[in-house]
C-alpha cells in the first residue's frame, strides 16, 4: 500500500512539474517580431499587462467578428438556420481562446514569482476549459436537432431519441472536460478515477432514488410509451402535453398551463394513457344529447351530423357518426362520434359542439328533455256534500 501510494506520489509531482514547464514561458510562443516588443516594454509590467489584455481583446473580437462574417455568408444560402445557429455557438470559443491565451500573457508579464504565476494561469486555462465545455454542451443540442431533420442518412437519430443521446453527450463532454482540468492541475487522472469508483459505490447506495429515476429516463426514451408532444394521462389522473424528457423526471404541460414535473421512476412504473398513439394523432370525442321521446329520429340525427360536419375542427376523415345509444327514464340518448386533429382541441371542439346543439335544437324545434315525471289521478275523491 505504501509503495502503491509513493507511485501515485511520484507520478503527481511528474504531471505538476510538466504543467510548471508548459506554463514557464508562455511568451516562447509569440513570434519574434512581437518579442521585440515585449522586450522594449518588460520594464513596465503594468503597462505591457494592460497593453497585452487591450490587444489580446481587440484581436479576439475582431477575429469572432471574421468568423461570423466569413461563414455566415457561407451559410446564408442554405434554407435552414441550424448552421446559423452552429456558428453562432461556436463563434465564443473563438473569443475565448484569444483573450484567455491573452490573460495568460499578461499574466506573465507581471513578473510573479513561479508558484504564484503557474497558479494564476491553471486558473484561467480552467475557466477556459469551462467555458469550452459550455459550448459544447449547446452545440451539441444543435448539432442533434439537426440532425435529427435529416432522417435520410442519421435515422437513429430521431424526436425520441434525442434526449438519450443528449444525456450521453452531455456525460461525455463534462467527462472529458474533467479529465484535462486535472491533466492542468498537474494531477494523474488514473488515481482519481480508481478513487471515483469507491466513491461512485457510497454514492450509488446514497443517491438510489436519483440513480433509478436515472435509469428509468433511458427505459422510457428506449421502449417509448410516449415522445414529446403527446398528450398522456396517467392513473392519478394527470393530462399533459409531454415538453421533456430529462436525466431525472418528465415534464408535463397541463391545459391550465402549469407545468408537472414527474420522477422518472414512477413515471417507468405508471400506467399511461397515451392520447396520441395509435395509428394517428387524431383523436376521438364522444357528445351525448338525449331527444324527447316525441322527436322524430331521423331528422335528430340529420341535424346531428350536419353539425358535425358543419364544425371546423371536426375531422372530415374519418367521417362523424350519429349513433342512438340509449332508451333513457325521459329521452332518448344519441351520441355524436367525431375526430379531432390534436387532442388539446378536444374541450374547445366539445364547447362548440355543445352550443351548436343547443341552439340547433331550438331552431327545429327538438326538445332536450329533463327529467321530469308525469303524476296520474284515476279518481277524485267524492264530495260527500
Same mark, same amino acid.
Given at each position: 500500500?505504501?509503495?502503491?501510494?509513493?507511485?501515485?506520489?511520484?507520478?503527481?509531482?511528474?504531471?505538476?512539474?510538466?504543467?510548471?514547464?508548459?506554463?514557464?514561458?508562455?511568451?516562447?510562443?509569440?513570434?519574434?517580431?512581437?518579442? %521585440?516588443? *515585449?522586450?522594449?516594454?518588460?520594464?513596465?509590467?503594468?503597462?505591457?499587462?494592460?497593453?497585452?489584455?487591450?490587444?489580446?481583446?481587440?484581436?479576439?473580437?475582431?477575429?469572432?467578428?471574421?468568423?461570423?462574417?466569413?461563414?455566415?455568408?457561407?451559410?446564408? !444560402?442554405?434554407?435552414?438556420?441550424?448552421?446559423?445557429?452552429?456558428?453562432?455557438?461556436?463563434?465564443?470559443?473563438?473569443?475565448?481562446?484569444?483573450?484567455?491565451?491573452?490573460?495568460?500573457?499578461?499574466?506573465?508579464?507581471?513578473?510573479?514569482?513561479?508558484?504564484?504565476?503557474?497558479?494564476?494561469?491553471?486558473?484561467?486555462?480552467?475557466?477556459?476549459?469551462?467555458?469550452?465545455?459550455?459550448?459544447?454542451?449547446?452545440?451539441?443540442?444543435?448539432?442533434?436537432?439537426?440532425?435529427?431533420?435529416?432522417?435520410?442518412?442519421?435515422?437513429?437519430?430521431?424526436?425520441?431519441?434525442?434526449?438519450?443521446?443528449?444525456?450521453?453527450?452531455?456525460?461525455?463532454?463534462?467527462?472529458?472536460?474533467?479529465?484535462?482540468?486535472?491533466?492542468?492541475?498537474?494531477?494523474?487522472?488514473?488515481? *482519481?478515477?480508481?478513487?471515483?469508483?469507491?466513491?461512485?459505490?457510497?454514492?450509488?447506495?446514497?443517491?438510489?432514488?436519483?440513480?433509478?429515476?436515472?435509469?428509468?429516463?433511458?427505459?422510457?426514451?428506449?421502449?417509448?410509451?410516449?415522445?414529446?408532444?403527446?398528450?398522456?394521462?396517467?392513473?392519478?389522473?394527470?393530462?399533459?402535453?409531454?415538453?421533456?424528457?430529462?436525466?431525472?423526471?418528465?415534464?408535463?404541460?397541463?391545459?391550465?398551463?402549469?407545468?408537472?414535473?414527474?420522477? %422518472?421512476?414512477?413515471?417507468?412504473?405508471?400506467?399511461?394513457?397515451?392520447?396520441?398513439?395509435?395509428?394517428?394523432?387524431?383523436?376521438?370525442?364522444?357528445?351525448?344529447?338525449?331527444?324527447?321521446?316525441?322527436?322524430?329520429?331521423? !331528422?335528430?340525427?340529420?341535424?346531428?351530423?350536419?353539425?358535425? %360536419?358543419?364544425?371546423?375542427?371536426?375531422?372530415?376523415?374519418?367521417?362523424?357518426?350519429?349513433?342512438?345509444?340509449?332508451? %333513457?327514464?325521459?329521452?332518448?340518448?344519441?351520441?355524436?362520434?367525431?375526430?379531432?386533429?390534436?387532442?388539446?382541441?378536444?374541450?374547445?371542439?366539445?364547447?362548440?359542439?355543445?352550443?351548436?346543439?343547443?341552439?340547433?335544437?331550438?331552431?327545429?324545434?327538438?326538445?332536450?328533455?329533463?327529467?321530469?315525471?308525469?303524476?296520474?289521478?284515476?279518481?277524485?275523491?267524492?264530495?260527500?256534500?
Amino acid at each position: 500500500m505504501a509503495e502503491q501510494t509513493t507511485a501515485t506520489e511520484q507520478a503527481e509531482n511528474t504531471d505538476s512539474q510538466v504543467a510548471e514547464q508548459m506554463f514557464s514561458d508562455i511568451k516562447s510562443w509569440l513570434p519574434d517580431f512581437i518579442l %521585440n516588443y *515585449w522586450e522594449q516594454l518588460q520594464t513596465h509590467p503594468w503597462i505591457l499587462m494592460l497593453v497585452v489584455l487591450a490587444t489580446g481583446y481587440i484581436i479576439a473580437k475582431v477575429s469572432q467578428w471574421l468568423f461570423k462574417t466569413v461563414w455566415g455568408s457561407l451559410t446564408a !444560402k442554405t434554407e435552414n438556420d441550424f448552421d446559423d445557429r452552429i456558428i453562432a455557438v461556436l463563434s465564443k470559443p473563438v473569443f475565448s481562446v484569444i483573450f484567455y491565451g491573452a490573460m495568460a500573457l499578461a499574466v506573465e508579464a507581471l513578473q510573479l514569482s513561479s508558484s504564484t504565476d503557474t497558479t494564476l494561469k491553471r486558473v484561467i486555462f480552467s475557466l477556459l476549459i469551462i467555458a469550452l465545455i459550455v459550448t459544447a454542451w449547446k452545440g451539441s443540442k444543435v448539432i442533434l436537432e439537426a440532425l435529427s431533420h435529416n432522417r435520410k442518412y442519421f435515422k437513429f437519430v430521431e424526436e425520441r431519441t434525442i434526449p438519450v443521446l443528449n444525456i450521453m453527450t452531455q456525460i461525455l463532454v463534462i467527462g472529458l472536460g474533467s479529465y484535462f482540468l486535472i491533466l492542468l492541475w498537474g494531477k494523474d487522472p488514473t488515481a *482519481w478515477l480508481a478513487s471515483a469508483g469507491v466513491i461512485g459505490i457510497a454514492i450509488g447506495f446514497a443517491a438510489k432514488d436519483t440513480l433509478a429515476n436515472l435509469f428509468a429516463g433511458f427505459f422510457i426514451v428506449a421502449d417509448a410509451p410516449y415522445k414529446l408532444g403527446d398528450y398522456i394521462v396517467l392513473d392519478t389522473g394527470e393530462r399533459g402535453m409531454v415538453t421533456h424528457v430529462g436525466i431525472r423526471s418528465t415534464r408535463l404541460l397541463t391545459r391550465d398551463d402549469v407545468e408537472v414535473t414527474i420522477p %422518472n421512476s414512477v413515471m417507468g412504473n405508471a400506467k399511461i394513457v397515451n392520447e396520441s398513439g395509435g395509428p394517428w394523432v387524431k383523436t376521438r370525442i364522444r357528445v351525448a344529447v338525449g331527444v324527447s321521446y316525441d322527436s322524430d329520429l331521423d !331528422k335528430v340525427c340529420a341535424v346531428l351530423e350536419d353539425i358535425a %360536419n358543419q364544425s371546423e375542427h371536426v375531422c372530415k376523415d374519418p367521417v362523424p357518426r350519429v349513433r342512438a345509444k340509449l332508451f %333513457n327514464g325521459s329521452s332518448i340518448d344519441f351520441q355524436i362520434q367525431a375526430w379531432i386533429d390534436r387532442p388539446e382541441l378536444r374541450g374547445r371542439v366539445i364547447h362548440n359542439l355543445i352550443l351548436t346543439i343547443h341552439q340547433r335544437f331550438k331552431d327545429e324545434g327538438i326538445e332536450i328533455p329533463y327529467s321530469k315525471q308525469d303524476l296520474y289521478i284515476k279518481e277524485l275523491p267524492k264530495n260527500d256534500d
